[in-house]
C-alpha cells in the first residue's frame, strides 16, 4: 500500500460548490503540506501543518482551507471554486524530528481537479 | 526570498544522450539542495540531494553538484533512457535554523524531459 494517500484522484465540479480534498499517510510523519502544480510554476505550497494544533499558511492560501483531523490526516477544501483553481494538487509529508531527513518530502500521487 | 530557477524546456533527447538540466538559487546562508523526479501519472520522489557546498548528490546515474559560488545544482546523467522520461524539479530548504520556515522547500518550474528510442 501507498505511504501517502489521496482521494479522489480526479475530479470535475463547477464554479461555486464546495469540495474538499483527502489526504492520508501511514509514514507516522509529523509535517504534512498541500500543493498545487500548474504548467510552468512548479509547485506552490497552499498551506501546511506542524501537528493537528498548528497549520500555517503558504504562499497561496487564499481560496482554500485545511483541516487537520489527526496526525495522519490532512484535507483541503475549496469553499467555493473557481476556474482558476483548475489544477493537479499533491500532498506532502516529511518527518522534521528526524535531523537527517528533516527536509525530505513524500508525495502522493496527486488529485486532478477540474472547475468548470 | 528564496528562489529556484531552472533551465526551461521541454529538453528532447535520443537514448544514450548526454543530460544537463540547468538549476540556480537564490537564498540566504547554506540551503539544502534536492532534485525530484515526476514520472507521468506519478506524484513527486525524491533524485538526490546535496547538503553542503561541493557535495555530490548522486542516485541511478543523476549527479548534481552544490556549487555555492556560481549558487548551482545541475543535474547531469552521462546517457539517458527512454525511462528517464520525466517531469525534474530542482528545489531547496532553507538551513536548519528552526522555526516555521524549517523544512519547508521553494520548487522551480520544472522541467521536461523527453528520451526517444
Known amino acids: 500500500d501507498a505511504d501517502v494517500t489521496q482521494t479522489p484522484r480526479n475530479r470535475i465540479t463547477k464554479t461555486g460548490k464546495r469540495i474538499m480534498l483527502e489526504c492520508s499517510q501511514t509514514?507516522?510523519?509529523?509535517?504534512m503540506y498541500w500543493y498545487r502544480q500548474d504548467p510552468g510554476l512548479g509547485l506552490r505550497l497552499i498551506y501546511y501543518?506542524?501537528?493537528?494544533?498548528?497549520?500555517n499558511k503558504g504562499e497561496i492560501s487564499d481560496g482554500y482551507s485545511v483541516s487537520r483531523q489527526a496526525q495522519a490526516k490532512f484535507s483541503l477544501s475549496l469553499e467555493s471554486a473557481i476556474p482558476n483553481q483548475t489544477a493537479l494538487y499533491f500532498c506532502a509529508t516529511s518527518d522534521t524530528r528526524d535531523r537527517a531527513v528533516y527536509n525530505e518530502q513524500f508525495f502522493g500521487p496527486g488529485t486532478r481537479l477540474t472547475v468548470l | 526570498g528564496d528562489s529556484v530557477t531552472q533551465m526551461e524546456g521541454p529538453v528532447t533527447l535520443s537514448e544514450e544522450a548526454f543530460l544537463t538540466i540547468n538549476c540556480t538559487y537564490t537564498?540566504?546562508?547554506?540551503?539544502?539542495l534536492f532534485w525530484y523526479v515526476q514520472y507521468p501519472g506519478e506524484g513527486l520522489q525524491l533524485l538526490l540531494k546535496a547538503t553542503k557546498a561541493d557535495d555530490k548528490g548522486s542516485n541511478k546515474g543523476f549527479e548534481a553538484t552544490y556549487r555555492k559560488e556560481t549558487t548551482s545544482f545541475h543535474l547531469e546523467k552521462g546517457s539517458v533512457q527512454v525511462s528517464d522520461s520525466a517531469v525534474y524539479f530542482c528545489?531547496?530548504?532553507?538551513?536548519?535554523?528552526?522555526?516555521?520556515?524549517?523544512?519547508?522547500?521553494?520548487f522551480g518550474q520544472g522541467t521536461i524531459l523527453t528520451v526517444h528510442p
Open positions: 509514514k507516522g510523519h509529523d509535517r
Open positions: 528545489a531547496l530548504s532553507p538551513p536548519n535554523a528552526g522555526g516555521t520556515s524549517y523544512g519547508k522547500l521553494t
Open positions: 537564498a540566504t546562508g547554506y540551503p539544502s
Open positions: 501543518s506542524f501537528d493537528v494544533k498548528d497549520i
